[in-house]
């Protein structure tokens, strides 16, 4: 099949083509999982363990919220965001080595900034 394919022309103007492969990262396991990222622009942050999703999701709270248009969509984001926090506690308590370093927020304070922050 690589044979009729290169004969019918299936594999000229191949990016690279003629280049030697770049192996420089190859002794890392992830290698093809990093690079894809980076040649895609891809945000990894769904790489990172959930603990850390929800700190970096939480770091960007009013901003993040900034295009949202109607409150109780806010509301049900936050809402969602504090149920994760809660199951992760649960999960950190249920035995799993898990250091849970964020915290749920206060709804109503958040939609408040998110008011001031639609105003500006």
Same mark, same amino acid.
């Given at each position: 099949?690589?044979? @009729? ?8 103007? &191949?990016?690279?083509?003629?280049? *030697?492969?770049?192996?420089?990262? +190859? /002794?890392?396991? /992830? !290698? !093809? ?12 942050? +769904?790489?990172? *363990?959930? *603990?850390?999703?929800?700190?970096? @999701?939480?770091?960007?709270? *009013? ?5 949202? +248009?109607?409150?109780? +969509? &806010? ?7 504090? #149920? ?17 370093? &964020?915290?749920?927020?206060? &709804? ?5 900034? !998110?008011?001031?922050? #639609?105003?500006?």
């Amino acid at each position: 099949m690589i044979r @009729e394919a290169t004969e019918r022309g299936e594999f000229d103007n &191949v990016p690279g083509m003629g280049k *030697p492969l770049d192996l420089s990262d +190859a /002794d890392d396991p /992830d !290698w !093809w999982v990093k690079r894809k990222i980076r040649d895609e622009n891809l945000d990894s942050s +769904a790489l990172l *363990p959930m *603990p850390l999703q929800l700190r970096k @999701e939480a770091q960007g709270f *009013p901003d993040s919220l900034g295009n949202i +248009a109607d409150e109780a +969509a &806010v509301r049900q984001i936050l809402g969602d965001f504090n #149920r994760r926090v809660r199951e992760a506690h649960l999960g950190s308590r249920a035995g799993l080595p898990t250091l849970i370093t &964020v915290h749920t927020v206060d &709804v109503d304070d958040m939609v408040l900034q !998110w008011r001031e922050l #639609r105003r500006r």
